[in-house]
Structures are given as structure tokens and as C-alpha cells.
């Protein structure tokens, strides 16, 4: 008797192979599509062998997405879609110290930032700022202490990072010791852009750069310009001084980002040069600092008059330390081991007179608000410092040798680069206040390639939320 037609099939019919591996697809798939889009891979393959090439590009996309220690960078890489494309790479401790190594102290940083500011046509705005790098090496150079922007207390280098304001991505980047001032670092940066070909650009900075030398050397450089100022200097508190007595005038009065702002163009001198200027009176602002600078007084004189001085208290270093910088603003003595403080109402209002106004000097042609749009949209920068130190799990840095450490910063600027281009990419879609860059990576961890016994790969069916996000980023049909 002939068996139907349907139990000849299921007798005939091949058991599906067995799951053998999963592996993170998602993420690595949008990360990749960014360092396409801007040819990163290209530019690294210009300057790598292949197998360096796979290592740089796991290590920056590890910084990203799940930022581990060294140690740990290979059981993770094991785990996603890049082990399937390049299996032979060996991201053991040693072999990463080496690659680490070779790249700090080649030139191919260098190179590479040429190439991407050749390629992605820098050449208008750019955004300089610097930030400190703590460590707790004993063995790099670099290493000095010096003012340190988070208040650490570990011997630092200094990062400097200029950003390309219309890409919205970091194009460059320097070291520099950790005892070097922002201020000394202008000179050298400018000769960089210069070295790397960027011409008719608007260089952007805070008054941590500001120096009488510095705007000379920008001015007789004809190079554009906006830069906050330090009033430190006499003839600039004079300027101040001067411009405050008709600041509030109604013929200075604009409006930034929907509140009122005054702004009162002024003209400074320097060796026969003329700059000029802009004095701004934001009321917002100054209703703040005031509030700010009123409870942190009080709170400190209330921590003052608990302080119990010991015999052997050294008085004035105890008062120096528990008045965290605002000593200047109180009247004190000690009566039986105890503080008696008073607040300073003279210094208090002295403060309080600046509070809210400050100047921004510039050179090329800007009106008062365009000049302060430039200025404010500095914020992005911070933004990429704060991703550099905390989302991308940077400090304190813990590598041993400088030629190691300078290779680890290059790994971790690439990391910046994609970062702030698929965080730019969020913006652009309109989905930052449903996502977060975190929250997106999260979500395509789940979108998987599966290796079955048989040697078959397979790709898992995208949920709703994961085709959402890719559509929105122009990655999904």
C-alpha cells in the first residue's frame, strides 16, 4: 500500500539545523553605515593593514557601545557580527598594547585627520575648546599637574578638540602637557588648521583663550573670529565699566531664543589694531548668577560656623579650605576654637554688578545676535567632551606608556566622530525625545545574526521598534 502524498513529504522532510551562535547585529550595522557614510573605512584602510583596520574599528565601536576594559574587549567582540566578518583578528591584552603602541607613535593620526578634513570639506566654522585627561600612570610624560576643569586631583594631559559646527563632528584633535594653559595652546592649533589646508574659517573659543597675544596673532593672521574676553585687565574693566552705564537702554535691546538680551557694540585697542566687540546684558542670566552666588554664601557660612577648630588647627588653612574659593567674600575671626563670619555686603554687590553681562569680541561680519549664536552654540563641544569622558567610558586613563595613551586617545576620537554623527542623524529624524543614543543600541542588540550547525547564517526578523528606528535613520526600506 503506497503511503499518501503528505506522510511522503514528512518522511522526507529535513530537520532544520540547530542554533549554534547568535551574535549583535544592530548595532553593529547602524555603527558601520555611519563610518561608510562618512568614509572612515576608506580613510583607515588608506593608512592600516587589513588586520589593524579590524581591530581599530572593534575598539571604537566597543567604546560605543558597550565600553569594557581591555581585558574584556574580546569576549565582547565575540559576541557580534564583526567576529563572523573578520575571525582572525586577535584582540588579546598584548596585541591591543601593540597596536595601541604602534598607532601613538606613528604619524597616522595625523594623517587620518587630514584625510577627513579633506574629505568631509572643513572649512567654516570651526569650534575649539580644551578639557583635562586625569591618569593614574606614573610612567608618561605628558602627565603634569595643572588647572584641571573637574577638579580632579591625579597629575592630567590636556585634550584639545576642534569641532566642524556645520558636519557636527570633532575633526581634530591635540595633546599637549598637562601644566599647559589654554591660552598657550591657540598659537600651535592655528599653525595645524593652517598645515591641514582649512582656509576662511570662523574660529570659535571661550575666554579660556583669551590673551591680548592670542588676538593679535588671529587679527594679524586675518583669521575670523569669536572669542569671549577675561576681564582681568584694567583698560577691559574700564570697557565694561563705560558700557554698563547705558547697557539697559532700549536701543540695545534684542531678543535670543525668545528672551530679551541687550547687546551694545564697543571697539578695542591693542598696538594701533582695533577689534571690536559686543557687550551683552542678559537680565535672565544675571537673576540666576544672583540666586546661585546667594545660596552658595549662605551655605558656606553656615558650614563655617559649625567648623570646631582643633589646638593644633592651622586656622586661616582650615578657613581656606572650607571657603572653597570664596573666601574674598567674608569678614571672619575665631572666638574659642569657633569661626565668627560675616558675609561682605561691598563685595557682594561688586559681584553682583557683573553678574549677567559679559563681552565677545570678533572679527568678520557679524551682527550682535549672530555673533552670540556662534558663541553659544559652543555647547556642542561640551556635549562631545562630556561623551569622550563618560559615555564613552574614557577616564580616569589607565594605560601605561604615553605612546600607548596617545594611541588610546586616536581610538577614542574615532568613537567621538560616530557618536556625534548618529547622534546628529537622531536629531536630524526627529527622534531624540523618544531615544536616547544608549537606548537605540539597546534595542538593535536584539536584531541578530544566527549561526546554525549546518554553517548557515541567518538574519532575525526586525521587531517594530527596531525598523521604526533604522526608517528613521534612512537604514530601512
Known sequence: MQAAPDEIKEKTKKKPAAIQSSFDYGSIFLLQSIIEDLNLDRYLEALLPSSDVSMVRALAFNRIIRP???????????????????????????????????????????????QLIK??????????????????????????????????????????????????????????????????????????????????????????????????????????????????????????????????????????????????????????????????????????????????????????????????????????????????????????????????????????NRMGKYIIFCSGDFDEMKCLSLYRERDEIEKSFKALKSEIDFLPLNTHSEKTTRGFIFIAFLSLIIRTRLLNKMRDAEILDKYSVEQILLQLEKFRKISLADGKILVTEMTKKQREILQALNLCA
Open 68 to 114: 569594557t576594559a581591555m581585558k574584556n574587549v574580546d569576549s565582547w567582540y565575540e559576541g557580534t557580527s564583526l567576529a563572523l566578518e573578520s575571525t582572525k583578528i586577535d584582540l588579546a591584552g598584548q596585541r591591543m598594547s601593540e597596536l595601541l603602541g604602534r598607532l601613538g607613535e606613528s604619524n597616522i593620526p595625523d594623517r587620518f585627520m587630514a
Open 119 to 352: 574629505g568631509t570639506g572643513t572649512k567654516d566654522t570651526l569650534i575649539y575648546d580644551i578639557t583635562s585627561l586625569p591618569s593614574y600612570s606614573q610612567l608618561i610624560n605628558l602627565l603634569e599637574y595643572g588647572y584641571n576643569r573637574d577638579v580632579e586631583t591625579l597629575p592630567q594631559i590636556n585634550l584639545s578638540l576642534i569641532l566642524d559646527k556645520e558636519k557636527g563632528i570633532p575633526v581634530m584633535y591635540d595633546i599637549f602637557p598637562g601644566s599647559i594653559s589654554d591660552v598657550s595652546t591657540l598659537s600651535g592649533t592655528l599653525k595645524k588648521i593652517k598645515a591641514h589646508g582649512i582656509q576662511d574659517y570662523v574660529a570659535v573659543m571661550d575666554r579660556g583663550f583669551f590673551s591680548l597675544s592670542n588676538l593679535c596673532e588671529l587679527l594679524t593672521n586675518k583669521i575670523s573670529f569669536i572669542m569671549a574676553a577675561k576681564l582681568q585687565l584694567n583698560d577691559l574693566k574700564q570697557l565694561m565699566t563705560e558700557a554698563q552705564k547705558d547697557i539697559d537702554d532700549v536701543k540695545y535691546l534684542h531678543k535670543f531664543n525668545k528672551d530679551p538680551i541687550f547687546a551694545k557694540p564697543i571697539t578695542y585697542n591693542i598696538d594701533s589694531i582695533e577689534v571690536r566687540g559686543y557687550v551683552y546684558y542678559d537680565p535672565k542670566l544675571e537673576q540666576t548668577e544672583k540666586q546661585t552666588l546667594l545660596s552658595r554664601l549662605y551655605d558656606l557660612r553656615e558650614e563655617l560656623l559649625k567648623v570646631r577648630l582643633n589646638k593644633n588647627s592651622n586656622p586661616y588653612a582650615v578657613y581656606k579650605e572650607k571657603a572653597q574659593g570664596f573666601g574674598s567674600f567674608f569678614d571672619w575671626n575665631v572666638v574659642d576654637h569657633r569661626f565668627e563670619v560675616a558675609i561682605k555686603q561691598n563685595a557682594v554687590a561688586q559681584r553682583m
